[in-house]
C-alpha cells in the first residue's frame, strides 16, 4: 500500500499549518529575540516598535497571566527573557500586527541594551567551568579498573561529533483561535500536541480542557518539533488570550535556523581494553554532551546516549558516564537517534583507533565482539532474539564482502589520486521511550451507520507514514476495504494525554491501541452477524467488506451488518489503551528492562576518494536491515533510504558553526551544506532480514524511523580507510564531520 498522503502531497494539495484558511481578523506574529549570547539586560525600547502602523501589541513575560516557563523536563526555560539572556536568538518579546510584514518593519526598530557576559560556546569549557544543566549519570557493567590492568592491549583517544540542523521543510508554525469562554483552539506543526496542550494552559494560567490542539500533519519534524514546537504555539496562545483574535506565526527559514536547537554536539574521551584474541574487555567512556542554555531535552537524550554507549558489542566492563554541559547555545533537542548517534561514534572510533594501531582490519574486532544472544547490556536488560551476528553475516555472504575488499585493494594498488574505503556498520537499536511512563497510547475508533470508519490516535504524521499504517491495521482487522477507513487529525479533544510522536515507537503503540479497538468492534458485529445468520460466531469471518460463513461468501455486506448493529443499539465506537508490557527502568541503579525489542542491521559502504582534491563520492551502501515482518516494505525501505542519507549527512557534510559569540555562523543554506542527490550513496541496496518477526511489534512490523540513521556512521570510517591508503603516515582522528576540506588535510599530513 502506498503512502495515503501521496495523491495530495503530488498535486499540492495535502494542507500543513501554514495552508490552513485564516480567519479573516487573523493578527501575525514575529519574534524579538536576543542578539547577544549572554548578557543582563539593561533596557528594551519598545516605542518606536509600537508606533507602527499596523502594529497591535508587543507582548513580552510581563503579559504572561500563568508560569513564563516551557521547561518539560526541568523548568529552567522561561518563554520570554525576563532580566538575562543566554542565548542568541533567545525570544524575548513577541510582536503582533497586522500583518507580517508590518511586524517585521516593527522589529527593526525595537533598541535593547544588554550588559555582556562570558560566553560558553563548546561542552568542554562549560565542563572546566562547572556549568551543567543536572547531574551526570553513568551506566557501569563489571570492573573496568581492574580489567584494564590485564588487558594485552589499551587504548584511548577523544572523539568529537558536531550538531545537526534538522531543515524540516516546514518550518515551525502554529495558528491560535479564540473560541468561546476563553478557550483556545491551537494548530501546531508539532510532534507532541499533548506537550503543547499542557504548556499552553500552564503558561496561560488556564485548565488543560480549555485548550485543544490539532495536528493534521508535519513537513518533516526529525525530533526538532517534539518539545520546540512548543513556544511558538504558546507565545500564539497568549496574544489570544489577550487580544481574542486569532493568531499566526510561521517562522521564516532565518529565524527558526538561528532559534531553535539541533542535535547535540558531543566531545567524549575512551579508553578500550583488549585481549590478545581481541576480545573487548573494558571500555570507559565520557560524554560531554552540549546541552545548549536549557535543559529541554538533553537529560533523556544523554540517557540514551548511554543505551548505546556500547552499540551491537558485547563487551563485560564498562564504565559509561554523560554530562549535560550548559552553553550559551540554543537548547539542543532531539534528532534523529535522540543521542543514540552520538554514543556508537564513539564505540566505532575506539575499535577504529584499536584496529589501526593493531595494524588490522577493524572487520576484525568488529565481528569478533558482537552480540549474541543471552549478553548482559550495560543497563542490565538481556538480548534476546538477537539478529546482530545473523544480519552481519547475511551481509557479509549476500554482498559478497571477501569480493568486494579484494576489489578495493586491487584498486587502491592500481590508482595513485584515487583511493577507495570500506566499511562495516553495525547497529543495535532499543525501541521503547527510555523512560518507561511514556509507553502508552489510545485509538478512537468511530464505525459510522454507513459502514465507513473514522480513526483518531495520539500519532502525528510527519512524513514516516505512520497514517497509513495505522489505516492497515484498521481495515486488515476489521475485515473491510481500506477506502473505508480514515485517518482523522491528531486531536488533544479525541486522544488525551498522549506520549510525543517520537522514539520510532509510534506505530508500535498507537497501532496496538487501533488493533484492540478494532477487534473489540469486530467482535460486536460477529455477534451481529450471528444472530443475522443464526450461525455459531466461531464461523464467521469479514473479509473485504463481506461476511463469510464457514469460509463461504454470504449475500450480507459489512454495510447491511453496521445498519443492523445501529438497529439493535450497539456500540459502534471504541477507544482502547495500550501499555508495552515487561519494560522496566529503575533509575537508582540503573538498571532494568526498558526496551521493548532491538532493532537490528548490518551496512556495508564504499568510498571513492579523489586524494588531489579532497571530494569523496559514496559508491554504495549496501544494508541487510532487521524490518521484522514488515507491514509496508515499501514505506519501511523509504525510512532506511531517508534515515541513512540523512547520517551520511551528519558524519560528512553538515557542518554546523557557532562563532565565538555564540551566533549562529551556517545560518543559510549556502553556509549550511545537506545531502543532495549528488552526495547521496550511487547505490543503496536494503535487504530484509529474515527472521521471525517480534511479537511487541505491531503485526511483527518492526520500528524502523530512527536505527537506520546510524548505517551512516559508516560512511566516516569508509573514507577514513581511503585516506589511509593514500597517506599511510596520517594520523587518524575522530571529528565529525569528515568534511571535504578536512579530508584534503589528512591527505596531506605529515
Ligand atoms: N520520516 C519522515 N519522513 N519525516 C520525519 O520527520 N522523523 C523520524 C522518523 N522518520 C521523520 C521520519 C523520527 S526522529 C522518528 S522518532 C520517527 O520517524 C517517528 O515516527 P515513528 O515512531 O512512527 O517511526
Ligand atoms: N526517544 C525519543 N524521544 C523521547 C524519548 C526517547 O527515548 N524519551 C522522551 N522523548
Ligand atoms: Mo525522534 S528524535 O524520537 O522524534
Request: proline content about 4%; charged content about 25%.
Amino acid at each position: 500500500m502506498k503512502n495515503i498522503d501521496s495523491y495530495t502531497h503530488l498535486r499540492g494539495e495535502s494542507l500543513f499549518v501554514d495552508d490552513i484558511m485564516v480567519r479573516r481578523d487573523t493578527l501575525y506574529g514575529l519574534v524579538f529575540d536576543s542578539p547577544k549570547a549572554h548578557g543582563k539586560i539593561i533596557s528594551v525600547n519598545y516605542t518606536k516598535a509600537e508606533t507602527v502602523k499596523g502594529v497591535v501589541k508587543i507582548f513580552t513575560y510581563k503579559d504572561i497571566k500563568g508560569e513564563n516557563q516551557i521547561g518539560g523536563i526541568i523548568p529552567d526555560e522561561p518563554l520570554w527573557a525576563e532580566h538575562e539572556v543566554h542565548f542568541q536568538g533567545m525570544p524575548i518579546a513577541f510582536i503582533v500586527a497586522k500583518s507580517e510584514a508590518i511586524a517585521k518593519q516593527a522589529r527593526a526598530l525595537i533598541e535593547i541594551e544588554i550588559e555582556e557576559l562570558p560566553v560558553i560556546t563548546t561542552a568542554r569549557e562549560a565542563k572546566e567551568k562547572g556549568s551543567f544543566i543536572n547531574a551526570p549519570r553513568s551506566f557501569n557493567l563489571g570492573n573496568t579498573d581492574k580489567v584494564f590492568e590485564n588487558c594485552k592491549h589499551v587504548f584511548s583517544g577523544t572523539v568529537f561529533s558536531n550538531g545537526q540542523e534538522h531543515l524540516y521543510l516546514e518550518t515551525q508554525g502554529t495558528y491560535a483561535i479564540p473560541m468561546e469562554n476563553g478557550n483556545i483552539k491551537v494548530i501546531s506543526s508539532t510532534q507532541g500536541p499533548t506537550s503543547v496542550q499542557k504548556i499552553v494552559a500552564q503558561v496561560l494560567g488556564v485548565a488543560m480542557h480549555k485548550i485543544e490542539v490539532d495536528v493534521t500533519r508535519l513537513g518533516g519534524g526529525f525530533g526538532g518539533k517534539e518539545d520546540q514546537a512548543t513556544p511558538w504555539a504558546v507565545m500564539a496562545a497568549v496574544a489570544v488570550q489577550y487580544l481574542k483574535k486569532p493568531v499566526k506565526l510561521i517562522l521564516n527559514r532565518h529565524d527558526d535556523l538561528r532559534m531553535t536547537g539541533k542535535r547535540h554536539p558531543y566531545d567524549s574521551t575512551f579508553k578500550i581494553g583488549l585481549d590478545k584474541d581481541l576480545n573487548i574487555l573494558a571500555y570507559q567512556v565520557e560524554f560531554l554532551q552540549n546541552s545548549g542554555a536549557a535543559a529541554d531535552l538533553s537529560p533523556a537524550i544523554a540517557e540514551r546516549t548511554l543505551f548505546h554507549a556500547t552499540n551491537s558489542y558485547y563487551i563485560p566492563n564498562v564504565n559509561s558516564i554523560v554530562h549535560s554541559c550548559k552553553t550559551n547555545l540554543p537548547p539542543n533537542t532531539a534528532f534523529r537517534g535522540f543521542g543514540g548517534p552520538q554514543g556508537m561514534f564513539v564505540i566505532e572510533s575506539a575499535i577504529a583507533l584499536a584496529a589501526n594501531n593493531l595494524g588490522i582490519d577493524k572487520r576484525i574486532i568488529q565481528e569478533k565482539n558482537l552480540l549474541s544472544e543471552n549478553d548482559e547490556f550495560p543497563y542490565g536488560q538481556i538480548a534476546t532474539k538477537v539478529e546482530m551476528k545473523n544480519s552481519w553475516h547475511t551481509a557479509l555472504k549476500h554482498f559478497n564482502l571477501e569480493k568486494l575488499e579484494k576489489e578495493v585493494e586491487e584498486f587502491n594498488k592500481e590508482n595513485k589520486r584515487f583511493k577507495k574505503g570500506l566499511s562495516l556498520m553495525p547497529v543495535t537499536f532499543g525501541i521503547s521511550f527510555t523512560n518507561t511512563p511514556m509507553n502508552h497510547a489510545r485509538a478512537l475508533v468511530h464505525i459510522y451507520q454507513d459502514g465507513s470508519v473514522g480513526v483518531s490516535t495520539g500519532a502525528v504524521e510527519m512524513g514516516q507514514s505512520v497514517n497509513t499504517k495505522m489505516l492497515q491495521v484498521a481495515y486488515e482487522t476489521l475485515g473491510i476495504t481500506p477506502d473505508k477507513v480514515k485517518l482523522e487529525t491528531t486531536n488533544t479533544t479525541r486522544v488525551a494525554n498522549t506520549s510525543p510522536t517520537a522514539a520510532s515507537a509510534t506505530a508500535d503503540l498507537n497501532g496496538k491501541a487501533v488493533l484492540k479497538a478494532c477487534k473489540a468492534l469486530k467482535k460486536r458485529l460477529i455477534t451481529v452477524s450471528s444472530k443475522m445468520l443464526s450461525e455459531r460466531k466461531k464461523d464467521i469471518k469479514f473479509e473485504k467488506n463481506k461476511v463469510y460463513l464457514k469460509g463461504k461468501k454470504t449475500n450480507i455486506s459489512w454495510e447491511k451488518v453496521v445498519k443492523q448493529a445501529m438497529l439493535d443499539r450497539v456500540a459502534l465506537t471504541e477507544n482502547a489503551h495500550y501499555k508495552t508490557p515487561i519494560i522496566h527502568f529503575n533509575k537508582t541503579k540503573e538498571k532494568g528492562h526498558p526496551f521493548a525489542y532491538h532493532v537490528y542491521g548490518t551496512a556495508i559502504t564504499e568510498v571513492s576518494l579523489d586524494c588531489m582534491r579532497g571530494t569523496y563520492e559514496i559508491d554504495a551502501v549496501k544494508i541487510v536491515h532487521d524490518f521484522g515482518k514488515s507491514m509496508n516494505l515499501g514505506i519501511d525501505i523509504g525510512q532506511v533510504e531517508g534515515a541513512l542519507a540523512q547520517g551520511i549527512g551528519w558524519m560528512t557534510l553538515e557542518e554546523i558553526a557557532y562563532d565565538k559569540d555564540g551566533r549562529l555562523a551556517s545560518n543559510t543554506l549556502s553556509s549550511y551544506k545537506i545531502p543532495d542527490v549528488f552526495s547521496a550513496a550511487k547505490k543503496v541496496a536494503i535487504i530484509p532480514l529474515k527472521t521471525k518477526g517480534n511479537k511487541m511489534a505491531i503485526k511483527k512490523s518492526k520500528a524502523v524511523g530512527e536505527p537506520p540513521l546510524m548505517y551512516g556512521i559508516g560512511a566516516y570510517f569508509a573514507i577514513q580507510r581511503a585516506v589511509k591508503a593514500f597517506n599511510p603516515k596520517h594520523k587518524i582522528k575522530f571529528h565529525s564531520p569528515f568534511t571535504p576540506e578536512k579530508v584534503l588535510m589528512s591527505l596531506y599530513e605529515k
